[in-house]
């Protein structure tokens, strides 16, 4: 679990030149690293023992030598300082510095390479804006290297250039592989050894570099294919051709895409058959582009109030995206993503639709001349023309308005800050607000769907019964909305609650476990809902299980975060207490399907959790650790049993500001490691923010106390588990370079819980090394 020694073993041979050794030479070619070793070796070892001789067979070399640059100390908060110097922000983005700057930004920087040299004459390679501009060449490919610089990518490149030594001599290889085939030909040594010359203010014509490439490439290349190659068993690490962004981008982001543009599609076809449609009839002359707007919008209002009961019928959506298939083509994870989209759709329908009729058709159809309204509407109104306040009386436009409002109090308080009570909101409007205002005025939409059939049936444009199609958009939607709620009515009373065993952690978090109800089958990532009639008989809140699913009992870990959370704990505290009379009557409903569960379909999965966020990957440790205990069972048995899909190899890192929260999950932290030294299978990484990192004078007593009585008793002081625990937050870029690393050309499956904020910087990264590497990031959030 500890990371992988990073000190690299130097073999160099022994030298010496004789007299007649060329006077002025410089040429490089990259050596292989292998990681397991942890060993710098040369690829072409065939060639080490050849002795290279003139036409007359005199002996020019008797051998080579390998020497290291040195590395200045360049930290990244020098580089860091030279690009505040030069960032200027561009269209409103973030910093950036000019390509052009690149060679300021790395200045007294000398890469540490190792190089083969003519031992007679070594000079090393100095930073120069041409050697520079070659470097950035190199990092970014030769297509798109001259475009502006941000911070992030800065980065980046500096940890490629001072990162591992694999890692540089990648980066040298793609400096001397000067059309990126992966192969450096004669050609490239010619370029390479005249940029070095370059670099290093050496006078050399083209034809002595040109001999001079000639040379290298008949002493190594052996086998006489006309090129070079790194021959190490793990070259895939090194060297791959990346995918684009676009690439990486399109393959992570299709299925939504498609969805969404399909949507889009519909939207806009059925938006055109009515506006076309209405452009023909009587009434057009009369209200005009109006009426065929109006009536478009209304096309696609009833096709969403269709579409948006979908995504949340949970239990539906359970069910489907168990279908592997579908499941590869529907992005089933962002359901709730969706219902929003959907709900924006709905938002400019109703603007579209309701302002047009408002300010537009109904001021027309009470002011057009009388002989026109005779000619045109007359039939619709009973050959009598209103007036604007009659026609708002009619029942086709009462309902509407009614529904518009009853949707005015839904949506605002749906929005994220009214439902987190966000401090931008005025005070007298966030005391009002919150989950449970959330909940409740969310079952306006019980009405709002009775006045729209409603609606849908008094049309005064129309008397023909088959364009009253509002019926047929929602009628299977809402059957389907509402025997799922009608089913968790039923099944939350199947579902009796026995054994059941509360736990008060520090931080006010509350374990409940009980005896798993009959029949109650699901798959570790998965959630539940929890309902406490003695709080509210209505309020059902969903929490991940952190029980594994071969587990006899369910459980979850509440947080009191909220009104609802703070009187749960507040009531199993005082019972626990022995001030209550007994444990209240708790209720459940699932499971149900969350973004966790898909951990299945990768064989390395990275799960990333913050504070209370690590719950919902609790139950995926247990159960891969229970999988590994059983394989390890019955390979020990010498029985055959066939193990669920599931992780070869899981990361786990848990990120938390308080110590106390070690305590939640400190039986599991210590079952896992246990198992851990059987089959590592498990990797757990705890992060204690709160504390100076590993090297900080503040915390270095600390880090010795830690390390000895962890060598002694095996105890981390910290978690008061066999888990060691790290100091402040991860450096994100050099996990996802270790995996990368010890993963080339696998597909890592990263599932986070926590703050959007570093679910963004995660997402990205996933995308930055998916294009970078051979090995992709699929990110996933959970959702609830």
Request: with cysteine; proline share 4%; charged share 20%.
């Amino acid at each position: 679990m500890h990371a992988e020694s990073q000190e690299t073993t130097l073999s160099s041979c022994s030298s010496s030149s004789s007299s007649s050794s060329p006077s002025c030479s410089a040429c490089v070619v990259p050596l292989a690293f292998s990681p397991v070793q942890g060993t710098v070796t040369v690829p072409f070892s065939a060639g080490w023992n050849r002795r290279y001789r003139d036409a007359s067979g005199e002996n020019l070399i008797t051998s080579l030598e390998i020497i290291p640059l040195r590395f200045t100390n360049l930290e990244w908060t020098d580089v860091e300082a030279r690009f505040d110097r030069l960032a200027y922000t561009k269209n409103g983005t973030e910093p950036v510095i000019k390509w052009s700057d690149f060679s300021f930004c790395i200045a007294k920087l000398k890469l540490l390479l190792y190089i083969i040299v003519f031992p007679s004459n070594f000079v090393a390679m100095q930073q120069t804006p041409e050697f520079a501009n070659e470097i950035l060449r190199a990092l970014r490919g030769r297509s798109e290297w001259k475009v502006d610089i941000t911070k992030n990518e800065l980065r980046d490149y500096w940890h490629r250039m001072a990162g591992s030594v694999d890692s540089r001599i990648q980066l040298f290889f793609y400096m001397c592989d000067r059309n990126f085939d992966g192969k450096i030909d004669e050609i490239d040594m010619k370029q390479t050894i005249l940029g070095s010359a370059s670099a290093n203010k050496l006078s050399m014509t083209h034809e002595e570099a040109q001999e001079y490439a000639a040379s290298i490439m008949e002493f190594l290349d052996t086998k006489k294919r006309g090129y070079l190659e790194v021959t190490n068993p793990h070259k895939d690490d090194l060297y791959h051709e990346p995918m684009s962004k676009n690439e990486v981008r399109f393959r992570s982001y299709w299925r939504r895409a498609w969805i969404v543009l399909f949507w889009l599609l519909i939207c806009a076809v059925l938006f055109t058959w009515k506006f076309i449609q209405y452009s023909h009839r009587p009434a057009f002359q009369v209200m005009g582009y109006c009426l065929s707007t109006a009536k478009g919008a209304a096309e696609t209002l009833k096709l969403n109030m269709a579409l948006i009961l979908l995504p949340v019928s949970r239990n539906t959506v359970t069910w489907l995206r168990k279908k592997r298939w579908l499941s590869s083509i529907i992005p089933f994870n962002d359901n709730i993503n969706f219902h929003k989209l959907i709900a924006c759709g709905i938002v400019v329908g109703v603007i579209l639709h309701g302002g047009t009729h408002l300010a537009c058709d109904f001021p027309r159809i009470a002011g057009c001349d009388r002989v026109l309204f005779q000619q045109t509407l007359a039939s619709g109104f009973g050959h009598q023309q209103p007036t604007y306040m009659q026609i708002l009386a009619t029942k086709e436009v009462a309902t509407g308005i009614a529904m518009v409002i009853l949707m005015a109090i839904a949506f605002p308080l749906a929005t994220k800050w009214a439902r987190r009570q966000s401090t931008l909101l005025p005070r007298s409007v966030r005391h009002v607000a919150g989950y449970n205002t959330f909940w409740y005025s969310h079952h306006l939409f019980v009405f709002v769907y009775a006045l729209l059939f409603v609606h849908g049936m008094f049309l005064f444009l129309t008397n023909n019964p088959f364009e009253k199609t509002t019926w047929m958009y929602i009628a299977v939607p809402v059957l389907l909305y509402a025997g799922e709620r009608i089913y968790r009515v039923v099944r939350s009373g199947i579902y009796e609650i026995k054994n059941l065993t509360p736990s008060l952690y520090p931080g006010k978090v509350l374990s409940l476990k009980m005896q798993k109800p009959e029949g109650f089958r699901y798959r570790a990532g998965m959630y539940m809902f929890v309902q406490c009639p003695e709080i509210s008989p209505f309020e059902w809140h969903p929490f991940s299980l952190t029980s594994g699913p071969a587990d006899d009992f369910l459980s979850v870990h509440i947080r009191a975060l909220g009104d609802w959370t703070y009187r749960l704990y507040g009531i199993f505290q005082e019972e626990m207490l022995g001030a209550a009379k007994g444990f209240p009557k708790v209720y459940i409903d699932g499971p149900y399907g969350a973004s966790s569960q898909d951990y299945v379909k990768y064989d390395v999965v990275l799960l990333i959790g913050l504070g209370i966020g690590a719950t919902p990957f609790i139950s995926i440790i247990r159960d891969v650790a229970n999988n590994a205990q059983k394989a390890e069972f019955d390979q020990v048995a010498g029985s055959v049993c066939k193990i669920p899909k599931g992780p070869l190899k899981a990361y786990l890192y848990w990120v938390t500001r308080e110590q106390i929260s070690f305590e939640w999950f400190r039986d599991v932290i210590t079952e896992i490691s246990k198992i851990y030294l059987k089959q590592p299978v498990i990797e757990m990484h705890n992060f204690l923010s709160s504390v100076y990192q590993e090297g900080d004078g503040r915390s270095a007593i600390l880090s010795v106390i830690q390390a000895l009585h962890y060598a002694r008793t095996g105890i981390d002081i910290i978690s008061k588990t066999p888990m060691w625990t790290h100091y402040s937050r991860p450096d994100w870029f050099n996990v996802f370079s270790k995996l990368a690393r010890r993963h080339p050309g696998e597909r890592i499956g990263v599932f986070y819980c926590g703050s959007l904020l570093l679910g963004k910087e995660l997402e990205g990264l996933c995308t930055t090394f998916s294009y970078r590497t051979n090995t992709r990031f699929v990110f996933h959030k959970e959702h609830f």
